[in-house]
């Protein structure tokens, strides 16, 4: 059988590529140098292949690099995850969950399902990443997140996961009170209007843009959601955000929906997970707990 790398040199490998330098990562993990740089030439003969590039300006990962990091996260999160159970096992924690969330799960099915999850797993440690999709994708594609909740991932980007529809929401047009086109009733009269719509992944904002605008080459702004919410409320854009987003959201008080006749579609969010990695039973729970807080929650 082929002998594999030590666990310490891996941590190693990945302690370089974090901080960029063998001098950064000796620091970092209170190692000398002469010690970093063995743990790597270790790592490269075993591996039977340079995996990164030193200069004056720190690493650079070749080929080999970029690939063997990949699978060596994968495997340092999966062994991560292993210490997790059994220490859940010895009843030593409820375990640790690492999850991937949109800005709409967490303003609204967020603080519930953490009530929810905490009645049964007092000890849990949670991490919590936000993003759209494809911001998350590989996060949880390495094993670093146990699964991510966004909007709906067309089927061509699932290979090696599964999707678990939660809701529907429906989506409208927002304008701060006042706007001098807040009382229009069709896109039409809005076709002049400066638009800020928050950042899509995977082309899944087009059916919706193709609806709004007649031309396909009118100018759009793009940013986080929270980037948004200022433009419309300070610079007078128009924006199209779930209608329970901003119910959730404390500017509620100042963005008015826009009464257009034409009725946007609905967008469905789902939970994604690993179909070729165990799900821990801490992240099993907080899942199921984020599956009953939407059944609760009012998206209309």
């Not at 690493?59 to 996260?73: N, Q, S």
């Not at 000890?123 to 911001?135: H, L, P, V, Y």
């Not at 500017?251 to 826009?258: D, E, F, H, R, V």
Request: hydrophobic fraction near 45%.
């Amino acid at each position: 059988m082929r002998g594999l790398p030590k666990i310490q040199q891996l941590q190693v490998f990945q302690a370089i590529i974090q901080h960029g330098s063998i001098r950064a990562a000796a620091k970092a993990l209170d190692q000398s140098q002469p010690g970093i740089t063995r743990s790597l030439q270790e790592l490269e003969q075993k591996v039977g292949a340079v995996l990164v590039i030193r200069g004056g300006g720190g690493v650079i990962l070749t080929g080999a690099g970029i690939m063997f990091k990949t699978r060596m996260e994968l495997v340092l999160n999966e062994l991560n995850r292993a210490l997790d159970e059994v220490e859940h096992l010895n009843n030593l924690t409820s375990g640790t969950v690492a999850m991937g969330l949109s800005s709409l799960a967490i303003l609204t099915l967020l603080p519930a399902a953490l009530r929810e999850f905490k009645k049964t797993n007092q000890k849990s440690s949670i991490f919590n990443r936000e993003g759209q999709a494809n911001e998350l994708l590989p996060a949880l594609q390495s094993g670093e997140l146990d699964f991510i909740m966004v909007r709906a991932i067309p089927s061509e980007y699932l290979s090696g996961l599964v999707q678990e529809p939660l809701f529907k929401t429906s989506f409208k047009v927002y304008a701060r009170k006042g706007h001098p086109l807040a009382r229009c009733t069709s896109l039409a009269q809005l076709q002049d209007a400066d638009w800020y719509l928050p950042v899509t992944a995977m082309r899944q904002c087009n059916p919706l843009e193709s609806l709004l605008f007649n031309s396909p080459d009118k100018a759009v702004m793009r940013g986080t959601v929270n980037a948004v919410l200022q433009m419309v409320l300070h610079a007078d854009y128009l924006t199209v955000v779930p209608k329970a987003m901003v119910r959730a959201h404390f500017l509620a008080q100042n963005l008015g929906i826009i009464p257009v006749k034409e009725r946007l579609p609905d967008v469905e969010y789902c939970l994604v997970y690993s179909s070729e990695r165990p799900i821990t039973q801490a992240a099993r729970s907080l899942m199921d707990a984020f599956h009953l807080e939407s059944q609760q929650h009012a998206w209309g």
